[in-house]
């Protein structure tokens, strides 16, 4: 009889504890959250926009923008690199692979994925790079960036490296940038296009604010090719 009663108790602990954070567990992992059930469904990888990025798509965007990569010694500040940087002017067309390659020198986003339209629309995949936020802060200029509270955000919010999507149009003129998103994941989840497209434009101007020798008159995708004319710094820190 008292073993009944174990019996009955355990299962009804299970009910109420396990299930629940299995559950949960499931869910996370189906929307791409939960690294190792994520990859039980499939969600860990970045949508396949059919575009290789490599070596020499980087090497050619290099050549096209006239910027090279610097690899940072042991305790120097990122931003001390920009900031000694030459400047130089640029009016260049990039294919998607070439700026793909391009942007994940900078920015912390890695498998990344870029289509660019006739319309002028975009779409882009990848995978965010968690790691590589402090560094790119640091790089921007921002001294205390556990102040910003940034990184405590991400790490409340995001499990892991999550995947993104996007999809829609966007352009950069006078330094001043416009967003509108037509669709937003993050992993599986479907977020409102409206917040996520104003975090952007915040990113955006806020990097063309603090990197020294940034200037961006015109950034838009033409032809299907993204459009850039400006000034930029020479080189670019590796972090």
């Known amino acids: 009889m008292l ?29 791409g959250f939960l690294p190792g059930v994520s990859k ?32 940072l010694a042991r305790g120097q500040d990122p931003h001390t690199i920009w900031q000694a940087a030459d400047e130089v002017s640029v009016d260049a067309n990039l294919t998607p692979a070439e700026y793909a390659a391009h942007f994940m020198t900078i920015h912390p986003v890695k498998d990344l994925q870029l289509l660019f339209h006739d319309d002028g629309s975009f779409e882009a995949s990848g995978r965010i790079d968690r790691g590589r936020i402090r560094g790119l802060l640091r790089a921007a200029g921002v001294d205390e960036v556990d102040q910003l509270g940034v990184l405590s955000v991400f790490d409340r919010y995001l499990l892991g490296n999550p995947i993104f999507y996007l999809r829609g149009t966007g352009e950069i003129t006078d330094g001043q940038a416009s967003l509108t998103l037509e669709k937003t994941e993050l992993g599986r989840l479907s977020l409102s296009p409206g917040p996520f497209a104003a975090g952007l434009v915040t990113y955006a101007e806020g990097l063309i604010k603090n990197i020294p020798h940034l200037t961006i008159a015109r950034m838009a995708v033409e032809n299907g090719r993204l459009h850039v004319q400006g000034t930029i710094p020479a080189v670019i820190p590796t972090y």
Do not use: C, M
């Open 40 to 71: 039980l469904f499939g969600s860990d990888r970045p949508r396949d926009l059919g575009v290789s990025v490599t070596a020499a798509d980087l090497q050619s965007a290099n050549s096209k923008l006239g910027q090279s990569q610097v690899a």
């Open 3 to 31: 073993l009944g009663w174990l019996r009955k108790l355990v299962i009804r602990l299970i009910k109420i504890l396990v299930l629940p954070v299995l559950v949960v567990a499931l869910v996370l992992g189906y929307y």
